[in-house]
């Protein structure tokens, strides 16, 4: 089993829709958790972190649940530039003193018009 | 604020040929680290380095070595290069290693082709 798992996708949507993503973990003692986005091409970018208590940034919201390891993330009023690669990270924290981070392999979304 | 540089952004070698791939950090930032990405296979650690003076092997080590230079640069050498190791390389960098919720930060990543 892969320590961090994503819908590759693609997810297809009209602009304007709602699509949302979910990635599971591997491993109950992770502590951190990010969106990152990678456009083709390019190197991946921080989109935001995930809180536990989860957190809205804009049209974009993100969720964390831990009983059953999964992050979310919910994008609304989808527009033609939210097309990318969506990555899921964690961090393990192996060994409790470490910023080595997980990525998932992404899920990519194409917004059509 | 340039961030994350580095360099070259694209090479083609033949196989057995050597070649060091640099990064540069301008964000005063502790910790740094080189991936590879390949199709289907998401983001790979290859080493890592906490601070100046300190490496690590991460989850793909060999073949490669790096060297931190100085609290700025860190930089990952192919001592013979194989096939293999086509792929995009990425460096990345963060405020400090042991305080779990540090995004990364990365370059634009090399693009290199082992014929």
């Known amino acids: 089993r892969k320590e961090v798992e994503q819908d590759p996708g693609p997810f297809n949507v009209p602009e304007g829709a709602t699509v949302a993503f979910n990635c599971t973990y591997s491993n109950s003692a992770s502590q951190s958790f990010f969106w990152y986005r990678q456009d083709c091409r390019k190197e991946p970018k921080l989109l935001m972190s995930?809180?536990?208590s989860g957190n809205e940034d804009g049209r974009f919201t993100a969720q964390l649940n831990r009983a059953s390891q999964y992050i979310s993330l919910l994008i609304r009023d989808s527009k033609l530039s939210d097309s990318a690669t969506y990555l899921c990270?964690?961090?393990?924290?192996?060994?409790?003193?470490?910023?080595?981070?997980?990525f998932g392999t992404g899920t990519l979304l194409a917004v059509q018009p | 604020n340039a961030g994350v540089t580095q360099t070259p952004k694209f090479q083609v070698l033949k196989t057995g040929q050597s070649m060091t791939l640099q990064c540069a950090q301008d964000?005063?930032?502790?910790?740094m680290y080189w991936y590879r990405q390949d199709p289907g296979m998401g983001l790979r650690l290859i080493y890592y380095?906490?601070?100046?003076?300190?490496?690590d092997k991460g989850e793909v080590p060999n073949g490669y070595n790096v060297s931190r230079l100085n609290k700025r640069e860190f930089s990952l050498r192919l001592e013979s290069a194989a096939p293999s190791q086509t792929s995009v390389y990425f460096c990345?960098?963060?405020?400090?290693?042991?305080?779990?919720?540090?995004?990364?930060?990365f370059g634009d990543g090399t693009r290199l082709s082992i014929l």
């Open positions: 964000m005063n930032h502790n910790s």
């Open positions: 990270v964690v961090n393990p924290n192996y060994g409790g003193a470490t910023n080595k981070l997980i």
């Open positions: 995930v809180y536990s």
């Open positions: 990345a960098s963060s405020l400090q290693i042991k305080v779990g919720n540090q995004p990364q930060h």
């Open positions: 380095s906490a601070s100046e003076g300190t490496t």
